[in-house]
């Protein structure tokens, strides 16, 4: 089995299993989660894991500005991407100022460029 690179973190379990096969078509093996806690407990077991592709509203609990901070503490190098159905309109925390928002549903193009841009390109 290969090792995931990717967590996809949405309370939308069919948009997060869309994003999921499309990035393992893409070359990039992907994990889902369905909130801050299953995001966690993936990371801990996954060592793989180099980029979160986060939406803003993850689900209940935490919002996604204070899961990525949650998920950094854990993974210093992490990368991390936001997504949302509001796109760059949605407000974020000074911590996150400069974090760019993928509106969703993510078109094939785009979803290859953020891989492509944190992940590097698939040989």
């Given at each position: 089995?290969?090792?995931?690179?990717?967590?996809?973190?949405?309370?939308?379990a069919?948009?997060?299993?869309?994003?999921?096969?499309?990035?393992?078509?893409?070359?990039?093996?992907a994990?889902?989660?369905s909130?801050?806690?299953?995001?966690?407990?993936?990371?801990a077991?996954?060592?793989?894991?180099?980029?979160a592709?986060?939406?803003?509203r993850?689900?209940?609990?935490?919002?996604?500005?204070?899961?990525?901070a949650?998920?950094?503490?854990?993974?210093?190098?992490?990368?991390?991407?936001?997504?949302s159905?509001?796109?760059?309109?949605?407000?974020?925390p000074a911590?996150?100022a400069?974090?760019r928002?993928?509106?969703?549903?993510?078109?094939?193009?785009a979803?290859?460029?953020?891989?492509?841009?944190?992940?590097?390109?698939?040989?």
């Amino acid at each position: 089995m290969t090792a995931c690179s990717l967590l996809i973190i949405d309370d939308d379990a069919e948009l997060s299993d869309i994003t999921a096969k499309a990035c393992c078509r893409l070359g990039y093996p992907a994990l889902t989660a369905s909130g801050a806690e299953a995001a966690l407990a993936a990371l801990a077991v996954e060592p793989g894991i180099a980029l979160a592709l986060i939406d803003i509203r993850p689900g209940p609990g935490d919002t996604g500005f204070a899961l990525a901070a949650r998920l950094r503490q854990r993974r210093p190098a992490l990368t991390l991407r936001f997504v949302s159905g509001l796109g760059q309109a949605a407000s974020r925390p000074a911590d996150f100022a400069d974090a760019r928002i993928l509106r969703k549903p993510l078109s094939l193009d785009a979803l290859r460029d953020v891989l492509e841009e944190a992940l590097g390109p698939v040989h």
